[in-house]
């Protein structure tokens, strides 16, 4: 496998000015980004998750170009992102959820037109990677109308097509579900999920919405202030943590003597079992009960788990 | 071309400033018949050079003026993820047609003052007079680009970038005879704007300096520029490395 995002010990630093007084300022200088390491292979689906404020963008800018490091290293690509940024721009696609890569006043039909000259894709190329997102997107209902007329679910679809136009290695995706409703967010996940299944264009996503990492992404890391608090799969955070499946039971009357490791709720009227390994023992034990209304698997809630991991106080 | 009402009317308030800014100078001559010992022919070609240049330069590159909008609202960052360098597309981002009847009219001012002021044309003049105003051009540019990259630093710069721009097409609109003191040598030779105009006519009229430069001085604007040029890509440079983003 091939590294397409290699960063260690990235830094970036803001001096902030602090109101102190009634005419003084104190500069202060705050590490938005503090020591992240990162290895990318080709054709991986990362989610990149964090709290607000939590550094997440900065990375991205970092690795896209936009911003210069303040210490640390990184290779995107085999690139070095600021001093090559203009060879890198023509190898990856970025999406930021907040931002317009459009033009404001064009129709999506001419923005398009205008990035296959900016990026020199050949016209066939291009013409082929319009089609194909036309029609997964569906944005014929909406070429021709000016950006600053698309509602946001049409935008989006939009900056998506524009980002892929140049047939990008990497795609960096910074909450590109943010403000969405349901249907246009699964319209984007499912394209995004399509993009990845080819196993040729290496995702970055940062999102707040974990429903999106986990249709999305096998791989998370989780940052906080700054640094790396989880690297790894959806499994191995639910494990650290010690999230397990429960099995939820109704009943039409209350029992009397709740069965061995059960919690009972609502009046003796629902049992709660949370179970290590497999539910099938634990099921065929309940079948037995009488008055059996009901009876519900529940998965490990990822957001119960990056809730816990975003309050835990010094995460390694 | 989408809001055509609009172009109208910026096109005749753009014709009606540039217009302004000669009368000034010919009023100045109503009053008195020489400005800083020069007389209302002579300081015209200084005005022409000025605005000739500035004009063009306000068209090429005056639209980098919006960086500071770019940079406070963080919208520079879709700039920087194209295969572009960043000033090309910044000042590609629209060409300001309404600006394009400044040009004209200075130059023209230009052409006027030429034709009257009883140059003794020689082939060295002939070409600092094509010359003159193109490396003014580049210096105005280079002006404009320094002054924008002020906002790297400052976010809000307000008008503290016209100050250069527009108050030195202001400064080198007249003879600089007429300034004094420590306002003269900063303006004039710190940054260069005597150069632009004053010299350069003081060659074409044949006249020599009244402050004792050596006549050379007058073909000595393209020199001035390319050292502008150099100082704004280098001041660019360092800037746009300053760029900090917005959160989001």
């Known amino acids: 496998m091939t590294v397409v995002i290699e960063a260690r010990g990235l830094r970036k630093e803001f001096t902030v000015k602090v109101k102190a007084g009634r005419l003084r300022r104190e500069r202060r200088v705050v590490a938005a980004v503090d020591g992240v390491d990162l290895r990318v292979e080709r054709g991986e689906m990362l989610g990149y998750i964090g709290p607000n404020g939590a550094g997440k963008s900065t990375t991205l800018k970092m690795l896209t170009g936009i911003l210069v490091p303040s210490a640390g290293e ?60 036309r029609g997964l997107l569906d944005l014929d209902g909406f070429m021709d109308t000016p950006v600053r007329q698309l509602s946001l679910g049409q935008r989006m679809r939009g900056e ?3 980002a892929l136009l140049h047939g990008p290695e990497v795609l960096f995706l910074d909450e590109p579900t943010i403000g969405l409703d349901v ?23 940062t999102t707040h919405d974990l429903a999106d990492i986990e249709r999305l992404c096998r791989r998370l890391v989780v940052i906080d202030h700054g640094r790396v608090v989880h690297d790894g799969s959806i499994e191995a955070l639910h494990a650290r943590y010690g999230s397990r499946r429960r099995v939820v039971v109704d009943l039409d009357e209350p029992v009397g003597e709740p ?13 709660v079992f949370t179970v290590d390994g497999a539910v099938a023992p634990v099921v065929a034990s309940l079948a037995g009960l009488p008055a059996l209304r009901d009876l519900t698997i529940v998965e490990p809630d990822i957001e119960e788990v990056v809730t816990r991991l975003y309050l835990s106080p010094g995460a390694p | ?83 572009l360098g960043a000033l090309p597309q910044l000042l590609l981002m629209d060409l300001p047609l309404r600006k394009f009847s400044r040009c004209v009219f200075g130059t023209g001012v230009l052409a006027v003052a030429a ?120 001041v660019w440079r360092v800037g746009i490395r300053h760029y900090r983003s917005t959160g989001s």
């Not at chain 1, 394209?191 to 996503?205: I, K, N, P, Q, S």
């Not at chain 1, 069965?259 to 049992?271: I, K, Q, S, Y």
Request: glycine content about 8%; charged content about 15%; some cysteine.
């Open chain 1, 74 to 133: 990184a290779r995107v690509c085999g690139l070095v992102p600021v001093p090559q940024r203009t060879r890198l721009a023509r190898r990856i696609g970025v999406v930021f959820g907040q931002r317009s890569q459009l033009w404001w006043d064009l129709p999506l039909r001419d923005s398009f037109d205008l990035l296959r000259h900016i990026f020199r894709v050949p016209a066939a190329e291009h013409a082929a990677r319009l089609r194909r997102c």
């Open chain 1, 160 to 162: 998506l097509t524009a």
């Open chain 1, 183 to 205: 249907v246009s967010k699964q319209a984007v996940r499912s394209f995004l999920a399509d993009l990845g299944a080819g196993g040729d264009v290496t995702l970055v996503l």
């Open chain 1, 259 to 271: 069965p061995e490791g059960a919690v009972v709720e609502a009046d003796g009227r629902r049992l």
């Open chain 2, 1 to 83: 071309m989408s809001y055509r009402a609009s172009f109208v009317l910026e096109l005749s308030t753009n014709v009606f400033a540039t217009v302004m800014d000669v009368l000034t100078v010919l009023v100045l001559f109503r009053v008195s018949r020489t400005v800083g010992g020069f007389t209302l022919h002579e300081a015209l070609l200084v005005v022409g050079l000025s605005s000739c240049a500035f004009a063009a330069a306000d068209l090429v590159v005056g639209n980098i003026e919006r960086i500071k909008f770019y940079v406070r609202t963080g919208m520079l960052d879709a700039v920087l993820v194209r295969p």
């Open chain 2, 115 to 234: 034709a009257t002021a009883g140059i003794d044309w020689t082939p060295a003049r002939v070409s600092l007079v094509v010359v003159a105003p193109l490396a003014g051009v580049v210096f105005f540019s280079a002006i404009f680009v320094v002054s924008a990259a002020v906002a790297f630093w400052w976010i809000d710069t307000g008008e503290l970038g016209n100050a250069f721009t527009y108050g030195g097409r202001d400064f080198t609109s007249y003879p600089i005879t007429v300034y004094s003191g420590w306002f003269r040598r900063l303006f004039a030779y710190g940054m260069g704007f005597a150069f632009v105009s004053y010299y350069p006519a003081l060659a074409l009229l044949g006249r020599p300096d009244p402050l004792g430069l050596p006549d050379w001085v007058g073909y000595a604007a393209p020199s001035a520029a390319v050292v502008a040029a150099a100082a704004a890509a280098a």
